[in-house]
């Protein structure tokens, strides 16, 4: 097997039976003695004596060091063709140089990447620019997005994807130029469906205000009416911006059309919980009692789950004692209150709950256990997550793959990859098939110990064991390849993913296009901005201040500005950078117009402190002009 070679045979003895610790999961509580914690901090003692220190290396191996690729010259990429064109020349495709290949290293990465691309030739190519800028307009989650959070599938459109991408594209020329968007829609004779606007609103995601005025712009189409799936959608868009009185409108106006349906109110219940307003995420209540929806335990569920991933699991126990008395309570409900507790590291309470539910009945099934491994883990208790592991072998529910994924990652990130790859083989041992998830987990901890040997081997398994890689895992090798500074790399991976299928976050767009600009590649962190428009991918926060940012470090202010304000127009929020030296920089241009364009539309954002910096600049500027006028 590819990654026998990788495993060191000789186990490696985990604190297990031994660890002792004031957690008992039969559900009582007690304390930990002195004489304990002597005996454990002894017991650690010789388990790092006898092993060597225990924990980073995968012994055995000779360790690979990985040389920081700085990115590519323009000149030296080669050249490829492409059948798309809208307004763009040929693109640049970033390869591996050929001299390189003798760094044992980037040989290893090379077979890595034959594995992920092993047609690297006919991938699908960058558009490129006739000038090196754009007037194109285009979206984590935060959200600053977290791709192993995301739902990362392969996506397939149920809507006209030609229809959709000519739609958006007017969209986005007439909005940014403040046309009547409206009435060229009108005219262009779209054939309007549920199916195309709600992939629209997709599109639009991170730009609210295009994306409302699409919105209702296809409400007053003759032949055409929403449903629930586009008033959801829309409704997902305004919840994210925070857009509160506009979503009520709508879900007001759903209830007048008879279109509620229980996803709406979840939407909105889950909304005022992440934005912290507990008042009128328990008021969404009374609206369903308004429009004759039974408030049932699964809403409720809903609600305390809600709050609880907020990190507001106080909020979450205070409303459940409130409500208790009005439904029955049942396994989940207990579920979502430890997990909140888990979530904000409250330890005593995840105890408490996890005390009632046994006392009330209740046989913690094996989602209980894992919110427990996590919640320990979180809070760096991983002796306990381990005797609680090993309660889970000895008594049940037997551990699954999701158990030892959860320990797995956890070692992962301490780079304790010997004792990782113990519960990897032990996994194996007991008949669990291992997934992409887990994979992708040793994938990262060997990557970030800079040991690409080790990524290939795993690849290879994968390959071997018909577990090919999903999307998590070549964001994660992306990832790997642009903390590196390696981002020709990192294109290559991309091209591999979108090749197979795979649709990229913006997630995956914002780590190659920093990285470029990181290694001083302005032009190609330029082309990864126009893929991913070209992609379909609107922009989100984190992209523009990312773009902007390096606009304003090259000296490019006037089109740092036009970003800058094509952001605040769709409905985001001004950025965090230094205003200080945008305004100086148009200063010194003697642009004082702009400046008091930008400080009120600063203002109308609420980014009162950046209103005043362009205002005192555009102040200082003018007092500089009338003093050259009297000289």
């Known amino acids: 097997m590819a990654l026998n070679n990788l495993r060191n045979r000789k186990k490696y003895t985990v604190i297990r039976a031994q660890s002792l610790t004031n957690w ?65 020349t040929r693109s640049h495709f970033p390869h591996l140089l050929s001299h390189l290949s003798s760094y044992p290293l980037l040989l290893t990465l090379q077979e890595t990447l034959q594995i992920l691309a092993p047609n690297s030739g006919c991938m699908r190519d960058f558009c490129s620019f006739s000038n090196g800028y754009s007037d194109t307009d285009v979206e984590s989650d935060s959200s600053r997005e977290n791709f192993e959070s995301r739902k990362c599938d392969c996506v397939e459109s149920k809507g006209d994807p030609k229809e959709v991408d000519r739609v958006c594209k007017v969209i986005d020329e007439l909005f940014a130029l403040d046309r009547n968007m409206e009435a060229v829609l009108d005219e262009c004779g779209v054939n309007l469906t549920r199916d195309l606007v709600v992939e629209v609103l997709e599109r639009l995601r991170h730009a609210r205000r295009p994306a409302f005025r699409f919105f209702c712009w296809a409400g007053r189409r003759p032949g055409y009416t929403h449903d629930s799936r586009t008033y959801n959608k829309m409704m997902l868009i305004l919840g994210k911006t925070r857009q509160f009185e506009t979503m009520v409108t709508i ?40 429009y004759k929806f039974k408030v049932g335990v699964d809403t409720i569920n809903c609600l305390l789950d809600s709050l609880g991933r907020a990190k507001l699991g106080k909020e979450a126990q205070l409303l459940f004692e409130k409500l208790k008395e009005r439904f029955t309570p049942n396994l989940q409900t207990y579920t979502v209150l430890l997990n909140g507790w888990c979530r904000v590291k409250n330890l005593m309470e995840a105890g408490r709950v996890w005390n009632e539910i046994i006392e009330k009945g209740f046989k913690p099934d094996i989602v209980v256990h894992h919110t427990m491994l996590e919640g320990l883990l979180r809070c760096r208790k991983t002796s306990d997550a381990i005797k609680l592991f090993e309660v889970m072998k ?25 004792e990782a790859i113990e519960y990897f083989e032990e996994m194996l041992e007991s008949g669990c098939e291992p997934d992409a998830v887990v994979y992708t987990s040793l994938i990262t901890g060997f990557g970030n110990q800079k040991r690409l040997d080790k990524v290939y081997g795993l690849l290879e398994e994968m390959e071997e064991k018909g577990c090919p890689p999903d999307a998590r895992t070549y964001n994660a090798l992306i990832k790997l390849m642009t903390n590196r500074r390696m981002p020709d790399d990192a294109v290559r991976i991309y091209k591999a993913m979108t090749k197979f299928g795979f649709q990229p976050t913006i997630h995956t767009y914002n780590m190659m296009m920093k990285s470029y600009f990181q290694t001083g ?31 304003i470090r090259q000296g490019r202010s006037e089109k740092a500005c036009q970003y800058l304000q094509e952001m605040m127009e769709k409905g985001m929020k001004a950025p965090q950078i230094d205003y200080n030296k945008f305004a100086a920089d148009f200063s010194r241009a003697g642009k004082s117009g702009i400046l008091e364009d930008l400080a009120q539309k600063m203002k109308f954002s609420g980014k009162f402190e950046e209103s005043n910096v362009f205002a005192r600049w555009a102040e200082m500027m003018k007092k500089r002009i009338k003093r050259s006028e009297h000289v």
């Not at 060091?65 to 492409?82: A, D, E, N, Q």
């Not at 000895?394 to 010997?418: E, F, H, N, W």
């Open 24 to 88: 008992d999961f039969n559900g009582q509580l007690f304390h930990r003695s002195a004489s304990a914690s002597a005996n454990l901090r002894r017991v650690r003692q010789e388990q790092t004596t006898a092993h060597g220190g225990g924990g980073g290396g995968g012994g055995g191996g000779q360790q690979v060091c990985v040389l920081y690729g700085s990115s590519l010259p323009l000149s030296r990429l080669h050249h490829f063709t492409s059948d798309y064109s809208v307004r763009r």
């Open 251 to 290: 879900l007001e106006e759903m209830g007048e059309r008879r279109l509620l349906s229980i996803e709406t109110f979840e939407i909105a219940i889950k909304t005022f919980a992440e934005a912290k307003e507990r008042k009128k995420a328990v008021g969404i209540f009374e609206l369903m009692k308004k």
């Open 394 to 418: 000895a008594k049940g529910p037997s551990p699954k793959v999701r158990s030892y994924t959860i320990l797995i990652k956890d070692l992962c990130k301490q780079m304790k990859m010997k």
């Open 521 to 551: 590649n302005y032009e190609m962190g330029y082309e990864i901005w126009e893929e991913m428009i070209r992609m379909g991918c609107c922009p989100d926060d984190n992209s523009y201040v990312v773009f902007i940012g390096e606009l």
